[in-house]
């Protein structure tokens, strides 16, 4: 799921507030979230 993520991210198909939608619903980790966007978001 993180790759399939990061690569729709870099390809402008998925933002910010839908990957963290993700982290709510336990498909990725707030790290791999932080990774994706290369940013902490507290």
Do not use: N, P
Not at 6 to 17: G, N, T
Not at 29 to 42: A, D, H, S
């Amino acid at each position: 799921m993180f790759e399939r993520l990061k690569q729709r991210y870099e390809r402008k198909f998925v933002r910010k507030d839908q990957l963290q939608r993700y982290v709510v619903l336990k498909k990725i980790t707030q790290e791999e979230y932080e990774k994706i966007v290369k940013e902490k978001e507290f």
